[in-house]
Structure formats: structure tokens, C-alpha cells
């Protein structure tokens, strides 16, 4: 039994991708996995397809269908902003304390692995006075720090991780996956994150040559395991 959250330097930099790509890892080894992704904006209940939840639904081979969309994000917002930001659109405020009590009833009941997909960077507001740092100190469960490969990701990267030492979080793995075009070496990018941190740092090609990523996500499922 164990849950981890997968939380971002940012928005739009793979921490689905992660997550869906653990998903089939766990699935390809018969082991039990669930994964949530509690608020998600730039939802559209029309046309869910290609939303995180619904390819979180599709890498568990669950329907994607209204109450399951419900039951993994019951928080969902149609503009494409901060949450904050996107409720306030739709005349709703996000209720944090009901946010931590869902993941916390979801980590409870838990037989496998959990993966609790974070929204957007770490310090996205949720309301007036939380983050989702808040929320990752209210559930201190282990992290999987997602990043980009684009040119400024180094100090993202590595300002976010202090944030989460100096919270005594527990950091598993920092995952970059690439960023396309990304003008840097990818290589170089992960030797001089691993110059300033502790915690494993693996990396995910765009394409990757023959089974490249499958070994990633294995390792990655071994460290969380
Ligand atoms: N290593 C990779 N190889 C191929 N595609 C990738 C990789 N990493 C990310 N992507 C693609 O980049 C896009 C953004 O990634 P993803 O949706 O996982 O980001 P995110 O951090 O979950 O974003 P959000 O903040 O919206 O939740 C997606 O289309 C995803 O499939
Ligand atoms: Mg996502």
C-alpha cells in the first residue's frame, strides 16, 4: 500500500504523462493501482476526451464516462486557468479542507499503489490562502517533482525542490520529460540537476529509442513501490 503525489514546476510539463505512463507500468506487472487527479481545470464536460482524468481513466481501462470522471476529479472547472482563478469564473470557491479530506479517505481505502496528479506548479493558488503546496504538506506523502527540459528549467526545478525540503516533504524522484525543441542538452540538464540534489533524477525522452522509457517508468515504479 502506498500513495504518492505527483506534483509539477509548472503547468503543461508531463506529470500526466508520468502518471499514465506508471499507470501501465504497474498494470504490465499485475500490480494494483489507482490514480486521482482531485481538481482539474480547462474541463470540458462535452468533450472530455484528451482531459487528465480522462487519460488517467484510460491508462487505468476504465471507461470514460461521468461518474468516473467524477469519482478521480470531482473538482473540474471549464476555463483554463489557475483553479482559483477558474472557479471564481463559475461563481464556486474551492473548499481546501474538503480537498484534503478526499485525498485522505482515498489514501485510507487504498489497496495498491495511489498516484494523486497535483494542477499546475506547486504554488498554484487553490483559494485565497492555499497553495498546492498546502495541500501537499496537509497529506505528506511522498513526491514525484515533474519538470520540463526548456532552457530556465534548472532554477525551476531547483526552487521548487527547496520549497519541499524546507517542508521536510519527502522527495522520491525528480522526472524530467523532455520539452520539444528544447534547444539544451537533455543529458547535461540531468547531470547538473543531480549536481544539487539527493533524490534520483530520471529523465523521459520524447522518443525514445525501443524500451528507453519502459526502464524509466520501472525504476520510477520501483522507487515508489
Ligand atoms: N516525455 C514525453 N514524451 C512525449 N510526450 C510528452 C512527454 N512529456 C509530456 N508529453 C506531452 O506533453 C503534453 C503535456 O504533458 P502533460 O499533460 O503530462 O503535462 P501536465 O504537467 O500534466 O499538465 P497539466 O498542468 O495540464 O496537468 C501532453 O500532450 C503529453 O503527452
Ligand atoms: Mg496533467
Given at each position: 500500500m502506498s500513495a504518492v503525489f505527483i506534483t509539477g514546476t509548472g503547468t503543461d510539463v508531463g506529470k500526466t504523462f508520468v502518471a499514465a505512463g506508471l499507470i501501465r507500468c504497474f498494470r504490465a506487472l499485475r500490480q494494483p493501482v489507482n490514480a486521482l487527479k482531485p481538481l482539474v481545470s480547462g474541463f470540458d464536460p462535452a468533450a472530455p476526451s484528451?482531459?487528465?482524468p480522462a487519460v488517467l481513466l484510460e491508462a487505468l481501462g476504465r471507461e470514460v464516462k461521468p461518474e468516473e470522471l467524477h469519482l478521480i476529479s470531482p473538482w473540474r472547472f471549464r476555463a483554463p486557468l489557475s483553479p482559483d482563478m477558474a472557479a471564481r469564473v463559475e461563481d464556486r470557491a474551492i473548499d481546501?479542507?474538503?480537498?484534503?479530506?478526499?485525498?485522505?479517505?482515498?489514501?485510507?481505502?487504498?489497496?495498491?499503489?495511489?498516484?494523486?496528479?497535483?494542477?499546475?506548479?506547486?504554488?498554484?493558488?487553490?483559494?485565497?490562502?492555499?497553495?498546492?503546496?498546502?495541500?501537499?504538506?496537509?497529506?505528506?506523502?511522498?513526491?514525484?517533482?515533474v519538470a520540463g527540459s526548456y532552457v530556465g528549467t534548472l532554477s525551476h526545478?531547483?526552487?521548487?525542490?527547496?520549497?519541499?525540503?524546507?517542508?521536510?516533504?519527502?522527495?522520491?524522484?525528480?522526472?524530467?520529460?523532455?520539452?520539444?525543441n528544447a534547444p539544451v542538452s537533455f543529458e547535461a540538464t540531468l547531470a547538473t540537476l543531480a549536481n544539487f540534489t539527493n533524490a534520483p533524477v530520471l529523465g523521459l525522452r520524447r522518443q525514445a529509442p525501443g524500451a528507453q522509457n519502459d526502464a524509466v517508468f520501472q525504476h520510477l515504479a520501483e522507487l515508489i513501490g
Open positions: 484528451g482531459s487528465d481546501f479542507a474538503s480537498v484534503v479530506d478526499f485525498c485522505r479517505a482515498a489514501i485510507a481505502e487504498n489497496s495498491g499503489t495511489l498516484l494523486i496528479e497535483g494542477i499546475g506548479g506547486i504554488m498554484v493558488p487553490l483559494d485565497k490562502c492555499h497553495t498546492v503546496l498546502d495541500l501537499m504538506v496537509a497529506l505528506r506523502l511522498p513526491l514525484i517533482l526545478v531547483l526552487c521548487a525542490k527547496d520549497v519541499i525540503m524546507r517542508h521536510g516533504l519527502d522527495l522520491c524522484a525528480i522526472v524530467v520529460s523532455e520539452t520539444e
